[in-house]
């Protein structure tokens, strides 16, 4: 997006300055606001044209049955699908009796704004109707970042030349119509009509509100309306419903340089278990108070809300203004996809759209609460909280398929498993560890054992269970034989090395939590003899190793597979699942995404460097990157292993994938994990940060593209600011009583508001290895220099 | 079934003499009648009460869409399904105005009888009617092996004490309702309401015919019917026909010991090219045909057709009257199966029943085509064909995979993939080389050089270059990744032995075919080059080992995989793949069907006899038989490696298979693999026959339970018979000009009429290793001491 002409590059904000409406459904994702239960594409306020309308309330989802031609034990038979819901952001317009619609007539300027600090989407239009009336639009929107079921929309109307006839149509309208989506792409979401089926359709004197309950699931969901109007003398407000659309209609007249404000607060409110009353006095209840509030007071409380968090996690880059103002986007995204999803999922593309119907995966725990937990941890203890609400569930489906433990579901709003294809679904068993993992994470850079205990053990424990009854010993070593790795090229191999280490983390934390909290321990079941087969497997976990070519295979085998040919392979094959089959994807060395460069990336401490130099090398050779979860993660083994132009790359990558919509499908939705990953290349991989048993360690380095990288992060509540130059890095404590961290192999203490410089050692440079033919990241360096 | 009390042992019939209707749809499978062309289920004259109603036309199906929750590349989207096409046999019967149905009235005696030699079903029936009326009705039902679209029933009706006024129907139905199938098993297939669309409807004298257009495929297809009666004078008869009816209507009244008799005659013709007359007037031309051979014309007729068959193929046993019984109906239903399919494909149930929609596999050309080709070797000409007749769609889909040759779908009625579920379909690749097997073995059995020039170098061809361009090179071998061998309960793994000796076998016929017939070589486009590289591959061809375990891996890494809980499973978890998850079903040591031990059946010249041995007890324990392609092959090879009692085991449980319902599926149709396999665990397993290079080769051996084994078979256009006693073989040439046969490792020349006798060589007999607990087959000659 960012290289096509109507878009500029802002530090703060995404600006479109023409509308092409080719590319409409993909600037509808990129200016959703959403706070992380409530969220909005990016929809003109008219309603049409559109690519794709969509409201959603996190969790509010539909049933559909999962057909299988040939069924088979164990297959879920009904999945969940993300519904578009009442829509509020609707506001139409007539001038002199022609419906404002950017198709006819003549748009004489338009101009779209993403404020990523004040967190509203701004609109501006000039328009001229096919008789020959000027107006101006001019739109505020924003979606509460602090009443979560809030939003509100500043709508103001001037005519430019001579007097006009307004109408003005503020809607909610259930049920739209959504275009028909092709069917081939397996990534994009099903149909499903007319999901909602009307409870309660009330008006009143400038307000309106719809309930609705959700055909299959039962889900009662309400919206409400009210509106202030500043307008000249003689207009007229009036209001009326039926079971699908409330409307509160104001006929005006303007004069040259008059204006008509309308401004329009809306309430949300869902549940699954409360009563129809119930919802509709939530939903009333919340609209009043956001009434109360005020637009100022409103728009008050978000920038306040969006100063501190940037306080906390801004990123700056010195000498690439692309990639500073997409990190931000990216950063932005993130926070509006968890900020407020509190004991709901984080989905894979937030609330921005119907991608893989709105499901959460694993990428989640990985990529997304790893920004989170150095710029809100409180949202990452939400998002595991949810993962533990699921854990009845969970504990089922592990039984279901002949295991101990707890076997969370691949892809999931509700916690069952909705994968209809189990070799890359319920076979990826690795998102139980991944889940590990981030509690792991989340209690070191925080500290909260409370969280720990009450509950991150029981997840540890539960998991862990999962991998010991999964594993099995042959031969003096533990193997986990027939499960998926991260890559979804390759499936149901023996010993996939992450897989493996990250059981292995999994089983020997969940060990030493249960030592740490042992009447908690002891309350879930756990003896000690337990925790001592946990810590056996651990011990003896198979990592495979081609001692011919001196890297890890992938998985077991994975090595002697042949290489795909990629000399044959054009441009329009990829993504290559589009075009070839499965069988011969799963069967050759080709990679979709990092799968052992992952491993190296999160369980770095378990290569030598000598081993992530060679299986850097080698898998960069045959990883194609038909996801968004690589780029990052290979610039920051790039980063590691001395490639540092080349992770500048990735991280020009990861960064852009939306903006630029790299993948042609940012109309579905925003890939969270990719933004998130913007922040990982950025912070983890230049910026070099790790938390390595309890200390916080930072290994920056910058390629000679760059002149400098400042970024801030918290640590166990303080918040850290790191400077890095070429040769030096500058650390400065921001705030909290003082703090320790590591420069490369050094402590460095801060004490609150001192600077202190340290050296960055030199570092081995590398060639960079190819990647498949056609396959490289676009050169930033030659984007400079060129 | 045999151990029924309404089933009684007979050497040449299948007798029922009590009617249990809680196993009515088992009986109809076991009752069916069929040539390969038409086929029907022995479903009662009067149509109800019935288990499943079924007539079937080979390769008259439907279309069905094939659902996807998760697409993918390459998925078939439509698949096919045997549809019930127009009911022939039904003939109803009103006595005194009440209708006969065995549910109501009292039913005094009741027999049916499947006779072998005469290939009739007959059926007796005496019944009193709820108002007290008795008739006995008899019906002798035939579907003719000489006129391949005809079928005929004779129907008569006696009045047994007083006077009855008798009304019979005698109908042809379309479009009948079906009952409801479980939807739990995958193994059986959909249902298609209503998927005949009226064309044509006719009445006539004595007769009439429907003529229907199968919904989506398009197919057409006609049904006529004429009769014959003999009944007391005033007898009326009558014709009627609507859309889904035509029927004759006879009126009489039976004075005591009076019959009525009625002879009908049906002719049935389809097409897929042909129009609407041309179906019609096939159909009616077919039945007068029928009419003027006349009743006892068609049963002479057949019954000649099948003593010349059993002139070449009779198998009998001293010492087992029910394996006696069993082994011949499981060779005549093999015959009915594939007889007259001439260009059409032998389908897993033959014409018995809907199961697996009416789909041929891979079983056809590795189980049923070994019977035949030493029974009826032109119907392994016609069955390969078929095959031959496909390859279009078969390189078609190579291609579409991305793979030079021909790749044969996994289970289809047209040649199109219908599997939906790609690991255990598409990826079992080694449904080429069975076809290259077939080719090669028929060539071999018979020297047809023509065929092999013909038709069975092309097929030989276009397997060997797919096989060629799947495998890959590495380390000095030609390594085959990622495919499915036979045994279902693993899947999609690297190096399978059975399918890489399949290939390396594939591989190397195809290039000496090539030599044989250089110009038929040079016209497929067969370069030098090209068979030199089939050559190098199959020398090169990787066939892994366990040098520890010193047994075959039945594929790489396959004992490393932890075995199976097999004392954890108790018995109302088999078939296992209703109870677990494939996912765990395929990382572990548990064997559905024979694959490993297979290969050792087909490819003996691969193996010593220690790795025989050793692996055969290897894989035993190992193996649940969760498959009814299983115990044959078992069978086969605990015959050579010294298991004698256990092989016996082996043929009562392949040759019992159906009619003592061992899978409880016989309902949906017979398995006319393991028919076959009833005849290869005794012929090529005891009698040890098997054609090597151009020689017969015959090892036999005789289990302690047996007193006899005596067998016939076609070779090279010479009729054999060979009787095992104990300690003792001895061969005679039926007819011929001579022929020498091996005897172990000695030739025996054979003229025509003169006895060889042969000593057998004593065998080193082993102890049996043990099934699975719980899945030891049943013993026979605890049944026979017991």
Redesign the interface.
Known sequence: MIRHPAFTVDPWSIIESELDLGILATTESLFALSNGHLGMRGNLDEGEPHGLPGTYLNSVYELRP?????????YPES?QTVVNVTNGKLIRLLVDAEPFDVRYGQLLSHRRELDLRAGVLRREVRWRSPSGAQVRVSSTRMVSLVERGVAAIHYEVEALEAPVRIVVQSELVANEALPPRP??D?RVSAILEQPLVGEESLAWAGGGMLVHRVRRSGLLLAAAMEHGLDAPEGSEMSSECSADVARVTVISTLEPSKRLVLTKFLGYGWSAERSRPAIHDQARGMLQAARHTGWAGLLGAQREFLDKFWAGVDVEIDGDHEVQQAVRFSIFHVLQAGARAEGRPIAAKGLTGPGYDGHAFWDTEIYVLGLLGHSRPESVADALRWRHSTLPLARDRARQ??FSGAAFPWRTINGEEC?????AG??AFHIGADIAYAVERYVRATGDQKFEEEIGLELLVETARLWHSIG?R??GTF?I???TGPDEYS??A?NNVYTNLMAQLNLAVAAQACARHPDKAAALGVLDGETASWLDAARDMYIPFDQDLGVHPQA??FT???VWDFARTHAGQYPL????????L???QVVKQADLVLAMYLRGDMFTTEQMVRNFDYYERITVRDSSLSACVQAVVAAETGHLELAYDYVGESSLLDLADLEHDTRDGLHVAALAGAWVALVEGLGGVRVEESRLVLRPRLPDTLRGLRFRLLYRGQRLQVEVRAGEARYRLLDGDGLSVWHYDTEVPLKSGMDERREIPPMELRTAPAQPMGRAPRSRRRRHRG
Request: avoid cysteine.
């Open positions: 999962l057909p299988y031609a040939e069924a088979g034990y164990g999945g069917a081939e397996p398929l002949g994968s209809a294809y189990w070799p319920t076979a099995h042959h031969d193997r034989d027939g499960v499936a149901v023996d077991e085998g002697d597979h042949e699942m589009l075009h070839f089959p499965y069988f011969d799963y069967r050759k």
